[in-house]
């Protein structure tokens, strides 16, 4: 799978003699906070969703990684010697290249990987200043919207099973107030409610 990501064959020959493939049941917990990341995760098939979680168990939503993606968080955490400060979780069935820490800094002599590793941490500071933009700067409203449409696209559906908790708790606030705003969004059309789910119709 690496010649789908990289096509230098040096490069091709190291991840083929470093890494392993590692299959991830949908809604499996990947990563969690605490944990001494010893690899760094590439997705090659599915979604993992990244969240960030406080000592109280309290979580946001931060981004999704899709095929081609690593996250940027772990690769802070390897490079600094800490400790994971997310929560990964498989949104579908999903297949990720494990890369060892190790290999991260060696691998700087390619610029391809050189050049992937850069435009990770910038696409996700990015994701990252619109996460902080919506929690600061939005309503509730819109951060529920924003979270739907990422988790539908993430699903490849408009319809996702999912409780009005399991919203709350991602987006750090009050189940009847998530409630109050989905009834609110679906009388205006924006949403269809039903028993564990909602299909996002705009």
Not at 143 to 156: M, N, P, V
Not at 158 to 168: C, R, V, Y
Not at 174 to 197: D, F, P, Q, W
């Amino acid at each position: 799978m690496s010649d789908l990501l990289f096509t230098d064959p040096r490069l091709q020959e190291e991840i083929k003699n470093n890494t392993r493939t590692k299959l991830i049941s949908k809604d499996t917990t990947f990563l969690l906070p605490g944990d001494h990341i010893v690899f760094i995760p590439i997705v090659l098939k599915g979604v993992l969703r990244i969240v960030r979680e406080d000592e109280e168990g309290r979580e946001v939503f931060l981004y999704h990684l899709y095929p081609s993606e690593t996250c940027a968080m772990a690769i802070n955490c390897c490079q600094a010697g800490k400790k994971s400060m997310v929560k990964a979780i498989a949104e579908d069935d999903t297949e990720l290249l494990l890369v060892p820490v190790k290999m991260i800094e060696d691998w700087f002599k390619y610029p391809e990987w050189r050049m992937f590793i850069n435009n990770t941490y910038s696409t996700r500071f990015e994701e990252l200043i619109r996460v902080i933009d919506l929690v600061s700067f939005s309503n509730l409203d819109q951060q529920i919207l924003h979270y739907l449409e990422k988790r539908c696209t993430a699903a490849g559906s408009s319809t996702l099973t999912i409780t009005h908790q399991q919203i709350a708790d991602e987006l750090h606030t009050h189940r009847e107030a998530v409630s109050r705003l989905l009834r609110t969004m679906e009388e205006k059309k924006m949403v269809r409610l039903g028993r564990n789910s909602i299909e996002l119709l705009n």
